[in-house]
């Protein structure tokens, strides 16, 4: 038997780097790599060692033989990679070990951000500089996306929380939860920061949603997939709660991703969900909701739509679901919303081709409905919640420079470039703060090893802007402005807390949505101390 590679793949090609045989494609500098959904082994060579699995942060990989039924559908495609690909591998790339420059001593850098994109700088920087590196959150626990966006039912993908973990434990690593980057109260400024550090890392996402330019999106019952996300994963202070009625149908526009696992969320059995980290205000609402149809609006036909085959199969896999795909007017006609799913079943409904118009409120100045045409057609449907999921876009952080059309904070290699185009010296951005919202986790690894090189590039040149301020001024700051920050000591508290309320209830963990009880759980603990 050999081994495979499931759904959960974030591409992170880890496992990669560690197979013995070579058998695992796309490679990064492959064709395909960052495009390509899942990464594959060739069953004809894998030898059946097992290293990947053990490299694989999301635990993505098993052995064949271990695989459930939902899983047995990628033995075929692991090897269908191979069969439509003869000369995959034919070539492996040698392996190169890159210069490590004599640098600067002493240096310190910043990390603005806790999600893929800034744990990965974080481990390249452990690996390849001697630098004494503080990671900053704005919420007291580390994970970014990764604990806040993907989805509670997927707990395997939040297993790269693992590998970075592991980093926060570097003697060299201070890790700050709850200070915030900016202008506003409690906060520290970017032009500080950058004063108190030789460089410093952004890696603070795309965290507001891009709008439809329709008539009614910011009507109350209609909310961004983000806020919904963020409400679901017990994000503190987050908005979006959708209606507390009967929220019979729930009309999404967009078909990416994110908007599959928002309708497979909403569909599936609160009492799974329950065995789950989802907030305890979700389950509790979406059992009293009985949300029974979910309707998809895609604006192209499928062969456009944005979502994986992964994430398609996840919904073909949800029992007591009917899934259904319209791509024309007329089947649209036939179907009927209007009639109800069957008893004792639940509807997923794909309309593709079909342009929202306007969300039209009802009687008590809600969202109720959605305009939309499909060819020549035009027809409502009525909605009991409107998401909208059509991408994120990047929020400017005060003293930043910030293409507002793009969304991103501009840089080349990843270096931030100013209003001139050219770099400015000691400021990096990576993952989707610098490229946009594009590609999973793994799609960040890449971006932030190609901007830690230009980091080691600068400091072996001799160009970073040398901070005099030391670790201890930058404490005293922080201490001044924002006392109520959690280290890691507190953020690993917080945690264990979660984990044991979870047991009690039989869950993974039970999160807290509120900053106030998380830094006051971290001072639970006696030991707990900013500041080593
Ligand atoms: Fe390579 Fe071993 Fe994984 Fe097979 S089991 S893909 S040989 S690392």
Not at 194 to 203: E, G, K, L, T
């Amino acid at each position: 038997m050999v081994h495979v590679i499931t759904a959960s793949c974030c591409s992170d090609a880890g496992c990669v780097s560690v197979c013995p045989v070579d058998c695992i494609h796309p490679t990064p500098d492959e064709p395909g790599f960052g495009t390509s959904e899942i990464l594959h082994i060739d069953p004809q060579t894998c030898i059946d060692c097992g290293a990947c699995a053990d490299a694989c942060p999301v635990d993505a990989i098993f052995p064949a033989e271990r695989l459930g039924t939902a899983d047995r559908v990628f033995v075929d495609l692991n090897a269908d990679y191979y069969r439509d690909r003869p000369d995959a591998g034919a070539n492996p790339p040698q392996v190169v070990y890159p210069d490590i420059p004599r640098l600067p001593d002493g240096l310190r850098v910043a990390i603005v951000g806790t999600g893929p994109a800034g744990g990965y700088a974080l481990t390249t920087l452990i690996g390849r500089t001697d630098a004494q590196i503080t990671v900053i959150d704005r919420l007291p626990t580390p994970g970014g996306l990764v604990r806040a966006g993907v989805a509670p039912d997927h707990p395997g993908t939040k297993g790269v929380l693992r590998t970075f973990d592991l980093a926060y434990r570097d003697p060299r690593v201070d890790l700050i939860g709850g200070l915030a980057i900016g202008d506003g109260p409690g906060a520290v400024s970017h032009p500080e920061l950058a004063a108190h550090f030789d460089a410093v890392f952004y890696a603070v996402g795309a965290p507001a949603a891009r709008s439809l330019g329709i008539p009614g999106e910011d009507l109350p019952g209609s909310t961004s997939a983000g806020d919904l996300v963020a409400w679901y994963n017990a994000v503190p202070g987050a908005v979006g709660a959708p209606p507390a009625a009967d929220c019979g149908r729930t009309v999404i526009v967009g078909t990416g991703n994110v908007a599959l696992d928002i309708a497979r969320i909403l569909v599936s059995s609160p009492e799974t969900l329950a065995a789950t980290d989802i907030a305890d205000r979700a389950v509790d609402l979406l059992r009293r909701q009985d949300v029974r149809e979910v309707v998809l609006l895609g604006r192209r036909g499928p062969a456009d739509a944005a979502y994986s085959d992964a994430e398609y199969r996840a919904l073909q896999a949800l029992p007591d679901v009917d899934l259904i795909v319209c791509d024309d007017a007329a089947t649209i006609a036939e179907l009927g919303l209007d009639r109800p799913p069957a008893p004792g079943r639940r509807r997923i409904v794909f309309l593709f081709g079909s342009v929202p118009t306007e969300i039209v409120a009802d009687g008590s100045g809600r969202a109720g409905a959605v305009d939309v045409t499909t060819g020549s057609i035009s027809h409502r449907i009525r909605a009991d919640l409107v998401v909208r999921s059509v991408g994120y876009r990047g929020v400017a952080v005060p003293g930043l420079p910030f293409d507002d059309v793009a969304g991103v904070i501009p840089t080349v290699d990843g270096r931030v470039t100013g209003a001139d185009g050219a770099p400015v010296p000691g400021l990096y951005a990576v993952g989707w703060a610098a490229r946009g919202a594009r590609g999973g986790i793994g799609a960040n690894k890449a971006h932030a090893v190609a901007a830690v090189e230009s980091f080691v590039a600068d400091a072996a040149a001799g160009s970073l802007p040398r901070s005099a301020a030391t670790r201890e001024y930058f404490t005293a700051l922080v201490r001044r402005r924002a006392p109520d920050v959690v280290d890691y000591r507190g953020a690993a508290v917080i945690d264990r807390i979660e984990r044991a309320r979870g047991r009690i209830a039989g869950r993974p963990r039970i999160k807290f949505t509120d900053v106030r009880e998380m830094s006051d759980a971290a001072r639970s603990q006696p030991h707990l101390k900013f500041g080593r």
